[in-house]
């Protein structure tokens, strides 16, 4: 692959990477409980309802999870992989884009996750103003998994180490991922 061919996949895995960012929020938002009204969760979701409103109808939802929003993150992932190593000239079995794929979205979700709360610590450090949009977003998406680590010692009063543990978690299933050959690809 030459010059040309690494600049096409640099813009395959922007377009790729910012297309299946959308489609997990899509699914994680209404999981975590983020406010509907939320200028940002609008935002997401005007971007994905042109194709998830109408793969909605056909595939309804279970609960708050949305099928339609997983199959089609899944979908778009596996296509990303097929298209990075047609790009690359490299061959690779149906089997293993369908796991590459599925490796994708998972290492995906956890990365943002994993981001989500390294800024949310930092920022607390700051006086953020919950009443901004991107505050309360990132709040209402990192309460969830941050909640599970609250009670895991030590406790210091004042000191939450809760991102701490979740963010170590999160790295060690993803390493846990990649080990077992369902790191995905980055995209």
Known sequence: MGYFGGIVLILLQVV???V???LILRVVLPLSGARFKNPL???????????????GK???NYRRVSLAGILLTWVIATLGVLALFAVAG???????????????????TLGLYFWAIVVRA??????????NPAVELLNDLTAPVLRLFRKMPPRMSGLDLSPLW???AIRIVQ?????????????
């Open 166 to 168: 979740a963010c170590v």
């Open 41 to 55: 969760c609008q935002l997401v979701y005007k971007a994905t309802n042109p194709v998830l409103g109408p793969l």
């Open 58 to 60: 056909v595939i309804p």
């Open 175 to 187: 390493y846990s991922l990649g080990y077992i050959g369902l790191g995905g690809i980055s995209l």
């Open 16 to 18: 790729f990477g910012l």
């Open 122 to 131: 930092v920022m607390s450090f700051f006086s953020p103003d919950y009443g």
């Open 90 to 108: 490299q061959a690779i079995s149906i089997p293993m884009v369908l796991l590459l794929g599925l490796g994708t979205v998972i290492n995906l």
């Open 20 to 22: 299946l960012f959308l």
